[in-house]
């Protein structure tokens, strides 16, 4: 047995934060300048009571609504994110009752960011390959706003909310849909995106949320999502190319076998240099960051979904996917699309 | 990438005048130089040559030639 992805959906918060909106708060980076850097022209922000578990809900509801399955056939939920409801319960626990799963199902979240999407189909493989699970839910949904301190453009000009909802069945394909896959972790990186508190090390205090200026401008304090831009770039740089090399290798494949790339949505910058440090045909090459921008773990399925809708991506599309980032973190594998 | 090419390459990132930036000024006064100008001239360095500038060296500099230094064959 193996797995097979069998539909997509997406949902964004309803507020839009819009590129004009943005230049106009940050007078030193025109429209242009932001457009041309990350490529995006708007981003949704979630509601200040508005969860990554009512995002979550919001795309499995479409994908029920869409009639290609329905809640009770559901019997493992598989939820990523990095910003749950609570410490404790389980956010997938919540999802189970609020969506109308089974109480027979498996759930469980894990907490990765842009990889997120990798590593939950690997998971999924896994469980529906050895029987675990026969009709299985991955729900990504971020709502990494929250972190975000209004005056750093740094990371608001490129985050957005949303959430992807992609069911996968169990199947007994000649040639799998999904794989292999090829994994990396780097740990070193974890400072250079972080939110420092909240957590047990850094519990939150008055003094943790003293605000500083860093050099660009940016307004932070602890409790802020903080990125070193170039740091993060840099790892991309080096350790991205190497990992799609190995699954290229592992696959067999080279560019003319495969029908499209769809990385993770970092920014348009991040993309093309990778783009070009891979020598990856333009035309094979997806984009689509405009729309909504860096939505973390939901930028390869909400691509994905986009593609299918456009045609470029059809039944028996050979399409590799890519995510990398807060970690550090990253993973790669091939999906055939039989939907 | 010789020293013009790299001045020129770092004016437009940083939107200055063609010819305005001659490598003597400091980092903490050229206007326009924040972490996306230092990822577009990673990036621009990287396409342009075999050097790589690191973050954390490029922290180290003051001034614009601190920088050009950086990515001279050793």
Known sequence: ?339 | MDHSEFLRALEEIVEAPAGSINGSETLENLGNWDSVAMMSLMGVVAERSEARLSPRRMAGCTTVDDIFHLIQPA
């Not at chain 1, 922000?45 to 919001?58: F, I, M």
């Not at chain 1, 956010?91 to 960011?113: K, V």
């Not at chain 1, 029908?259 to 020598?279: G, P």
């Open chain 1, 1 to 339: 047995m193996n797995a097979r992805i069998r539909a997509i959906r997406y949902a964004l918060p309803a507020k839009v934060l819009t590129t004009e909106e943005l230049a106009a708060e940050f007078p030193k980076w025109s429209v242009a300048k932001i457009d041309e850097k990350t490529g995006i022209r708007q981003r949704h922000v979630a509601a200040p009571d508005e969860c990554a578990s009512d995002l979550g809900v919001a795309a499995a509801s479409a994908l029920f609504e869409s009639g290609v399955c329905g809640p009770r056939s559901i019997d493992y939920l598989l939820f990523c994110t990095q910003s749950p409801d609570y410490f404790l319960p389980t956010t997938a626990c919540l999802l189970q009752d609020r969506l109308g799963l089974p109480t027979s199902a498996g759930a469980l979240d894990f907490n990765l960011g842009c990889s997120g999407y990798v590593y939950g189909l690997g998971l999924a493989e896994g469980l529906l390959a050895t029987g675990q699970a026969s009709s299985l839910l991955l729900i990504t949904a971020d709502t990494y706003s929250k972190f975000i301190h209004p005056r750093d453009r740094s990371v608001r000009t490129i985050f957005g909310d949303a959430a992807a909802a992609t069911w996968l069945t169990a199947a007994s394909d000649e040639e799998p849909s999904l794989g292999p896959f090829v994994y990396g972790t780097d740990g070193r990186g974890g400072p250079n995106l972080i939110v420092p508190t909240g957590g047990m090390r850094n519990p939150r205090t008055a003094e943790t949320s003293v605000e500083t200026t860093d050099q660009s401008g940016n307004v932070r304090s602890a409790d802020n999502i903080f990125m070193n831009g170039p740091e993060v770039f840099e790892f991309t740089m080096d350790a991205v190319p190497g990992m799609i090399r190995e699954l290229m290798k592992k696959a067999s494949l080279s560019w003319e076998d495969l029908d499209l790339v769809i990385f993770h949505q970092a920014n348009l910058y991040m993309l093309k240099s990778l783009r070009q440090s891979l020598r990856i045909p333009e035309e094979k090459f997806y984009i689509s960051l405009s729309r909504c921008g860096n939505t973390v773990s939901s930028t390869i399925p909400i691509a994905l979904y986009e593609a299918v809708c456009e045609g470029r991506v059809r039944e028996g599309s050979r399409i590799l996917i890519a995510g990398f980032g807060v970690g550090y973190s990253l993973g790669a594998t091939i999906v055939r699309w039989r939907a």
